[in-house]
């Protein structure tokens, strides 16, 4: 079992920055390719970015390339996602997620998070 603890959400204007962090416990962090996904109001959740165990290899959904950081720090079980430039459009759940595999589909994802609200104002 793994307990995923997101946090650093909140309001920001269009143009700012915001951290997030999600603290891992239970079975061993390093094992697992970790991942952020978001839910904005009225659509379902989506993929935004992923990293693998090692944190050498990472992916992005399109619309938050060269402004989001996916990284992980394996010695504090922690994975960040750093959001610059933020967009209204980047408003939603942010959610984090561990599997066991290189998944972007939340069908393979295998443990969850409770979210973390981010709001974008214009």
């Known amino acids: 079992q793994v307990q995923l603890v997101e946090s650093g959400g909140g309001l920001v204007q269009a143009g700012g920055s915001l951290r997030l962090s999600c603290a891992a416990s239970?079975?061993?962090?390093?094992?697992?390719?970790m991942g952020w996904f978001r839910q904005a109001p009225g659509k379902e959740r989506a993929f935004v970015a992923i990293i693998n165990s090692s944190g050498s290899s990472t992916a992005y959904t399109d619309s938050v390339k060269d402004r989001f950081t996916i990284s992980r720090d394996n010695t504090k079980n922690t994975v960040y996602l750093q959001m610059n430039s933020l967009k209204p459009e980047d408003t939603a759940v942010y959610y984090c997620a561990a599997s066991r595999v290189w998944a972007i589909d939340l069908a393979q994802i295998n443990y969850w998070g409770q979210g973390t609200q981010v709001t974008v104002s214009s």
């Open positions: 239970g079975h061993t962090f390093s094992g697992y390719t």
